[in-house]
C-alpha cells in the first residue's frame, strides 16, 4: 500500500514538474515573439509554431502543430502580426496553417489541414491515407465563432466568414461567405461590392 502512494505521488510530482516546463517554454516563445497565451492553451510540437508580434491565442484553444509520425513529419502554423485567435478554437496544422496579419478568428472556431480519405469501401477509414493541404489565410480576415475551414482552403485578403460557416472551397478577397456549405452572400465595399445596409 505504501510503494502504490509513493508511485503515486512520484506521478502526480512528475505531472506537475512537467506542467511547469511547459509552462515556462510557452512563457519563453511568447516572450520572444512578443505575443499572448491566454490561460490554458496547450501548443503541440512548440517548435513548429511562429507567430508575429502582438498576437493572442484564447484560452483554451489547442493548436497541433503537426510533425507526427502519421503526418510524415510535416506540418506547422504560423500566424502573422496583431492577429488573434478566440478562445476554444482548435487549429490543426499537420498540413500545415499559415494566417496573415491582422486576422480575428472567433472563438470555438477549427481550422484542421488534413483529412481522412474513404474511396475504398472495403476498409475501414482510419486505415486509408490522410490528406494533407496546407489552409491559407491572408491579411485583415475576419472569421465569426464556431466556423469550421477545411484542408487546402484558401481565403483571400478581406473576406467575412460568417459564424457557424463551414468553408470547404476557397474564398475570394472581400467576399462575406456564410452557411454549411459556406457560399459567397455579397463583396464588402472597396472590394467591388456595394456596402452593406445598415
Given amino acids: 500500500m505504501i510503494e502504490l502512494k509513493m508511485r503515486f505521488a512520484r506521478r502526480v510530482i512528475t505531472e506537475w514538474v512537467d506542467g511547469l516546463r511547459y509552462r515556462w517554454t510557452l512563457y519563453k516563445t511568447?516572450?520572444?515573439y512578443g505575443m499572448t497565451f491566454e490561460s490554458g492553451v496547450e501548443v503541440l510540437h512548440l517548435g513548429r509554431f511562429v507567430s508575429g508580434p502582438r498576437t493572442i491565442i484564447g484560452s483554451r484553444s489547442l493548436l497541433n502543430c503537426g510533425?507526427?509520425?502519421?503526418?510524415?513529419?510535416?506540418?506547422?502554423?504560423?500566424?502573422?502580426?496583431?492577429?488573434?485567435?478566440?478562445?476554444?478554437?482548435v487549429l490543426f496544422g499537420a498540413g500545415e496553417i499559415v494566417i496573415g496579419d491582422k486576422v480575428a478568428i472567433g472563438p470555438g472556431c477549427l481550422?484542421?489541414?488534413?483529412?481522412?480519405?474513404?474511396?475504398?469501401?472495403?476498409?475501414?477509414?482510419?486505415?486509408?491515407?490522410?490528406?494533407?493541404?496546407?489552409?491559407?489565410?491572408?491579411?485583415?480576415?475576419?472569421?465569426?465563432?464556431?466556423?469550421?475551414?477545411?484542408?487546402?482552403?484558401?481565403?483571400?485578403?478581406?473576406?467575412?466568414?460568417?459564424?457557424?460557416?463551414?468553408?470547404?472551397?476557397?474564398?475570394?478577397?472581400?467576399?462575406v461567405v456564410a452557411g454549411v456549405p459556406a457560399r459567397v452572400l455579397r463583396t464588402r465595399e472597396g472590394f467591388g461590392g456595394e456596402q452593406a445596409p445598415a
Fill in 67 to 89: 510533425g507526427f509520425e502519421w503526418s510524415d513529419g510535416r506540418g506547422g502554423i504560423t500566424i502573422g502580426a496583431d492577429s488573434y485567435v478566440g478562445p476554444h478554437s
Fill in 30 to 32: 511568447a516572450h520572444e
Fill in 111 to 175: 481550422i484542421t489541414s488534413h483529412g481522412h480519405c474513404f474511396a475504398d469501401g472495403e476498409a475501414a477509414i482510419l486505415d486509408q491515407p490522410a490528406r494533407f493541404e496546407r489552409v491559407t489565410i491572408e491579411d485583415d480576415v475576419y472569421i465569426g465563432t464556431g466556423a469550421v475551414i477545411l484542408h487546402g482552403v484558401t481565403i483571400h485578403r478581406g473576406a467575412v466568414v460568417g459564424a457557424g460557416a463551414v468553408v470547404s472551397r476557397d474564398v475570394p478577397a472581400g467576399a
